[in-house]
């Protein structure tokens, strides 16, 4: 479906697939509290956030300014070209939806993944950080007691989900982009067995500082031989980083158990809010080479043999939607939905119903068999 364009009516058997699953999904995630870390539902959080979020957001600029030249592309031999990483589409058959920070962020013409045909390669971009501030800033956040609140909140409805998704065994369970261990912690409050792996030193510290099991590196190569399989695995903020998602879950998928449940969260290109900013969003980053929706999102998943056991949004950003002129609200809204839409029945619950939140986290399970 080009980007810009209304939903149209027409039932195929994933957007079919996609109604039963939300409606499933919503109705259990009420009692599970997904409002618990929806920032925006949570007076004064904000304000106690803005100086560490403003602070990350300065040193990112940084970062993304040192590998551009004056006219604000990315300077030589910085990045390469890629093709469609989804179904392989050549990027010169894609769709232009954005230009942004040097990126050209396409839509892919066959699977509809929306991704920048550019990619800063790996050496340039360990550098770069290596060279600002921008790890500490992150690091300043994520350590902020306000975020951590939120992050644990949310990492044990993520365990909460993946738990009722489950048949009740003990779980052994990895977090890939484990950060601080905020997913570690609320496993281990659950009797699962938890191993994280991340490539931030620092936060790789601070999860075993608190006890927890965590190693610096790279997933899969600095995995211990003896790791896996797992029952459970959990990527939150990874998959959009991947060069070559596809291949990510691919190695993923290897070290699930048959039956293991995979816990993904990813940023919704559809979001709501996404929509309405566009480029302005900070979403739109060096860094996030794909940009998911719940549909491209299931299609990657079923790609390598995943099966979808449930979609959902979390985290509203309904506070920040209403900020903007109704007028931009409302024909965002319609272009998302394919429907008129009256400005009242936009809150948190009418976002997450119709899969507009700023994140998507499905569950999806190796095959048995």
Same mark, same amino acid.
């Given at each position: 479906?080009?980007?810009?364009?209304p939903?149209?009516?027409?039932? !195929?058997?994933? +957007?079919?697939?996609?109604?039963?699953?939300l409606?499933?999904?919503? #109705?259990?995630? %009420?009692?599970?509290?997904?409002?618990?870390?929806? +920032?925006?539902?949570?007076?004064?959080?904000?304000?106690?956030?803005?100086e560490?979020?403003?602070? /990350?957001?300065?040193? =990112?600029?940084?970062?993304?300014?040192?590998?551009?030249?004056?006219s604000?592309?990315?300077?030589?031999?910085?990045?390469?070209?890629?093709?469609?990483?989804?179904c392989?589409?050549?990027?010169?058959?894609?769709?232009?939806?954005?230009? &942004?920070?040097?990126?050209?962020?396409?839509?892919?013409?066959?699977?509809?993944? %929306?991704?920048?045909? $550019? %990619?800063?390669?790996?050496?340039?971009?360990?550098?770069?950080?290596?060279?600002?501030?921008?790890m500490?800033?992150?690091?300043?956040?994520?350590?902020?007691?306000?975020?951590a609140?939120?992050?644990?909140?949310?990492?044990?409805?993520?365990? !909460?989900?993946?738990?009722?998704?489950?048949?009740?065994?003990?779980?052994? /369970?990895?977090?890939?982009?484990?950060? !601080?261990?905020?997913?570690?912690?609320?496993? +281990?409050?659950?009797?699962?067995? &938890?191993?994280?792996?991340?490539?931030?030193?620092?936060?790789?510290q601070?999860?075993?500082?608190?006890?927890?099991?965590?190693? @610096?590196?790279?997933?899969?190569?600095?995995?211990?031989?003896? &790791?896996?399989p797992? #029952?459970?695995?959990?990527?939150?903020?990874?998959?959009?980083?991947?060069?070559?998602?596809?291949?990510?879950?691919?190695?993923?998928?290897?070290?699930?158990?048959?039956?293991?449940?995979?816990?993904?969260?990813v940023?919704?290109?559809?979001?709501?809010?996404?929509?309405?900013?566009?480029?302005?969003?900070?979403?739109i980053?060096?860094?996030?080479?794909?940009?998911?929706?719940?549909?491209?999102?299931i299609? +990657?998943?079923?790609?390598?043999?995943? @099966?979808? /056991?449930?979609?959902?949004t979390?985290?509203? $950003?309904?506070?920040?939607?209403?900020?903007y002129?109704?007028?931009?609200?409302?024909?965002?809204?319609?272009?998302?939905?394919?429907?008129?839409? =009256?400005?009242?029945?936009?809150?948190?619950?009418?976002?997450?119903?119709?899969l507009?939140?700023?994140?998507?986290?499905?569950?999806?399970?190796?095959?048995?068999?």
């Amino acid at each position: 479906m080009p980007y810009g364009e209304p939903l149209s009516d027409e039932r !195929t058997p994933l +957007a079919d697939f996609l109604r039963i699953l939300l409606k499933d999904c919503w #109705r259990n995630s %009420v009692s599970l509290s997904k409002d618990s870390f929806d +920032a925006a539902l949570l007076p004064g959080v904000r304000e106690r956030l803005a100086e560490a979020y403003g602070s /990350l957001r300065e040193s =990112e600029q940084d970062v993304f300014q040192s590998v551009l030249d004056d006219s604000g592309l990315f300077r030589e031999g910085v990045v390469h070209v890629r093709d469609c990483p989804l179904c392989a589409t050549p990027s010169h058959d894609a769709s232009l939806v954005y230009c &942004a920070h040097g990126m050209h962020i396409m839509q892919c013409v066959q699977c509809d993944l %929306v991704y920048s045909r $550019e %990619v800063i390669n790996r050496d340039a971009d360990n550098s770069r950080y290596r060279q600002s501030n921008a790890m500490d800033a992150h690091m300043a956040l994520h350590t902020n007691s306000v975020y951590a609140e939120l992050e644990s909140a949310k990492a044990r409805y993520i365990v !909460t989900c993946l738990r009722e998704a489950g048949d009740g065994s003990n779980v052994t /369970l990895l977090d890939i982009g484990c950060s !601080t261990g905020a997913i570690l912690q609320a496993a +281990a409050e659950v009797g699962w067995q &938890a191993l994280g792996i991340d490539l931030n030193c620092a936060g790789v510290q601070i999860a075993r500082s608190r006890g927890l099991d965590a190693i @610096e590196g790279y997933f899969p190569e600095d995995l211990p031989s003896s &790791a896996g399989p797992f #029952r459970a695995i959990t990527m939150l903020d990874v998959l959009e980083h991947a060069e070559d998602p596809v291949s990510l879950l691919r190695s993923v998928t290897r070290y699930l158990a048959p039956g293991g449940l995979l816990g993904v969260q990813v940023p919704n290109f559809n979001s709501l809010l996404i929509r309405i900013e566009g480029v302005r969003n900070n979403n739109i980053c060096h860094g996030h080479w794909s940009y998911f929706t719940s549909e491209t999102l299931i299609k +990657a998943a079923n790609k390598v043999g995943l @099966e979808v /056991l449930s979609i959902e949004t979390i985290i509203s $950003e309904i506070d920040r939607i209403r900020a903007y002129p109704a007028k931009q609200v409302i024909e965002a809204a319609r272009l998302l939905t394919g429907r008129d839409v =009256e400005l009242a029945e936009i809150d948190h619950r009418w976002v997450h119903e119709h899969l507009l939140g700023y994140k998507i986290f499905g569950v999806f399970m190796r095959p048995l068999t």
